[in-house]
């Protein structure tokens, strides 16, 4: 007789920063009536995933819901998957991070529903070779991947029905193909359809399996899944059915399957993910080309194991930004690991490191991602807590480190001081990170704007920048350049020291000083000039000022207008907490509203980060026109391409007119205040 083992079930996640408001809403509609009709089918096994910062908040507001799982899972109804605690993408991790996150989690699902978990969920089934051994270190011994993954690494037909024995430095772990054409009939077929369709896979061979593990939130968010899931009935009526064809149709737990000794294939798979990753990792214009390819090789299912796109660590290069919060987490993990002789100490900062690992900020292609604000400064917040805490009281002194932090093979400064983090890169010779420790944020966690492969002509009409919108950036400009022209990067860049690499003529580790130098050409009257820029950035406790000295380097006159362009991203510039002042040359301030605005007279700007009590001070050593905008960045959301806050960006602007040379001086300051 034809017979089918389903392995059944959901994981549930939500990303680190999502307000309780949302969460709440997503529990009603999804979380509390998938379980509660699972409660009623007490001989169906079910497959459960959640995450760790899930667990947390279900914990402190409905801890009577993990109450109902732990005795669920005591009559043996849900076993459920472990996974890195707060959701990192494994690979990008530090191997002993992986190993760490994955037994927190073992050891919190122990502790709470009295089983260990054999099993893990990859992340956004993110996979690369050196897996496994990591995996089953952890204790882990089997996991899930998408059939894609199976089709990727050579296998097909009846080889996607059942898992497979994959291998790393020796260690081995089963693999369990997730099945996308059975998954994608949930919810958009009837239940009769669904199991009709199982009934045709059915098999002679008794180990045949079909693997369903949805998202759970796609049973009920939104209003058409809340209608047809509950409301009509659909889960009900299929988990019924399941049990009325329990004659051929047998759900089971991973574990049990496992049980049944049998011989196993080997496969490899290579560093995949599933279809849609694989696209949104591609640089924009290369995602609609892959998508085309794919169509026209892929089998009837939509499946195509051939070309492969993108892959996940391309986000690094796509967004900059995503690379400059890898390398605060890789740098993070060095000084975790460094704590000696304090295990209390050393946890407390590995739980923020862990924390600060979470996935969500690192990329984009589902709503949000890199593009939400929040989601970025909760990765930095975490990552600062973790530094604050490897800092031992009486013995750390500010210094100036040297090292490659953003692996570029270029050294980068990092001035460490007892309030203020602040690094330093010599291409451009920017300010690339500002971590203001009392309330450990990092005010130049910034976003670029970039084109995306869903914007349409009238998003490009906002611009595109093509550069890191950090601090201190030198911009040369024509007079009669305006602040709209800025704000849609449609002005003229007369300057080549916007990217240029500057070179460091010295550093002063016990002073915090670094003085740098750039020399490249300014177009001035219809020619290309020689300029020199050196700039000298000097640290202090909550404050960084930087001395320009500007020289005229060949045998013409220069006569532009030079720029410093410095970007602050505050907490959140909604319901009017962020608010600018202008300070003019007699030392009256006013109101600066939150778009472009170009003023003719300042001296010093303020910035006012409500949320976190503090306010930035940029202020000017001699009177200067003023560009403040501010910028936001089209991403894909719920209701569809949205606006998302970014940062403010404040110019501040002086005239130059230089003879062979000659040289022009000023300073800017930057200081971080509590209020």
């Not at 024995?165 to 260690?171: F, L, M, P």
């Not at 109101?591 to 007279?601: G, H, N, S």
Request: with cysteine.
């Amino acid at each position: 007789m034809k017979r089918l083992k389903l392995v059944f079930g959901t994981s549930n996640s939500q990303a680190v920063g999502t307000d309780d408001e949302e969460l709440e809403r997503v529990y009603q509609r999804a979380y509390k009536p998938f379980i509660r009709t699972l409660y009623n089918f007490a001989d169906l096994p079910v497959t459960l995933h959640y995450s760790g910062t899930l667990f947390q908040w279900l914990e402190k507001h409905h801890a009577e819901f993990l109450d109902v799982l732990a005795e669920m899972g005591g009559r043996r109804q849900i076993e459920f998957l472990g996974g890195g605690f707060y959701e990192p993408v494994l690979p990008m991790i530090p191997h002993t991070d992986r190993i760490g996150q994955i037994e927190h989690m073992t050891t919190f699902v122990r502790q709470r529903f009295g089983r260990r978990p054999r099993g893990t969920w990859i992340t956004e089934l993110v996979w690369e070779p050196s897996l496994p051994s990591a995996l089953k270190n952890s204790g882990m011994e089997y996991t899930f991947l998408a059939d894609y993954h199976f089709i990727a690494a050579g296998l097909a037909k009846d080889a996607l029905y059942r898992p497979c024995i994959t291998e790393d430095q020796g260690k081995t772990v089963v693999v369990f193909p997730i099945c996308k054409r059975t998954r994608w009939k949930l919810l958009s077929e009837t239940p009769e359809a669904v199991i009709e369709h199982l009934r045709a896979l059915a098999d002679e061979d008794p180990q045949r399996l079909v693997v369903i593990l949805d998202e759970g939130e796609r049973f009920g968010v939104s209003e058409d899944s809340q209608r047809i899931c509950y409301r009509e009935g659909w889960l009900e009526r299929f988990l019924s059915l399941v049990q009325e064809n329990s004659d051929w149709l047998e759900p089971i737990h991973p574990s049990r399957y496992l049980k049944q000794a049998t011989a196993r294939k080997r496969a490899y798979f290579p560093a995949t993910s599933y279809e849609d990753m694989m696209c949104w990792a591609l640089p924009a214009a290369r995602q609609k080309i892959f998508q085309g390819i794919s169509r026209e090789i892929a089998d009837e299912y939509g499946r195509n194991g051939y070309v492969y796109g993108g892959f996940f660590r391309q986000f690094l290069t796509r967004y900059p930004e995503s690379n400059l919060m890898y390398a605060k987490m890789q740098y993070t993990h060095i000084l975790v690991n460094q704590i000696r002789g304090d295990k209390y100490r050393k946890q407390a900062a590995r739980e923020e490191l862990w924390k600060g690992q979470s996935h969500h900020a690192y990329w984009h292609g589902r709503p949000g991602g890199i593009y939400l604000n929040r989601l970025r400064k909760r990765v930095y917040s975490a990552l600062i807590e973790a530094e604050k805490v490897t800092r031992e009281k009486g013995i750390f002194i500010p210094s100036i480190v040297t090292v490659d932090f953003d692996m570029d093979g270029l050294q980068e400064y990092l001035y460490q001081g007892q309030d203020l983090n602040a690094y330093v890169h010599t291409q451009g010779g920017t300010l690339f990170e500002l971590d203001y420790l009392p309330v450990a944020f990092n005010y130049l966690d910034t976003l670029s704007r970039r084109r995306e492969s869903y914007h349409d002509r009238e998003v490009a009409q906002h611009g595109y920048d093509s550069y890191l919108r950090k601090a201190f950036v030198d911009h040369f400009f024509a007079a009669e350049a305006g602040v709209e022209e800025f704000a849609r990067m449609r002005h003229r860049e007369l300057g080549s020291f916007v990217d240029a690499v500057y070179t460091v003529k010295k550093y002063d580790r016990e002073q915090h000083t670094i003085q740098l130098e750039a020399d490249g050409t300014v177009g001035s009257g219809g020619n290309r000039c020689r300029v020199r820029v050196e700039k000298r950035y000097r640290f202090a406790e909550a404050e960084v000022t930087v001395e320009y000295r500007i020289s005229g380097a060949g045998d013409s006159p220069v006569v532009t207008t030079f720029a410093t362009e410095i970007n602050i991203s505050p907490a959140d510039a909604d319901h009017g907490r962020v608010q600018l002042t202008c300070t003019d040359s007699s030392g009256e301030p006013a109101d600066l509203p939150l778009e472009p605005a170009a003023v003719a007279d300042c001296r010093e700007v303020r910035i006012y980060d409500e949320p976190n009590r503090t306010v930035i001070t940029l202020a000017a050593s001699s009177t200067a026109g003023l560009w403040s905008l501010p910028v936001y960045a089209f991403a894909m959301s719920q209701d569809g391409v949205q606006p998302e806050f970014q940062q403010v960006s404040c110019l501040f602007r002086w005239t130059l007119s230089l003879e062979p040379g000659e040289t022009w001086e000023a300073a800017v300051r930057l200081r971080c205040d509590r209020y």
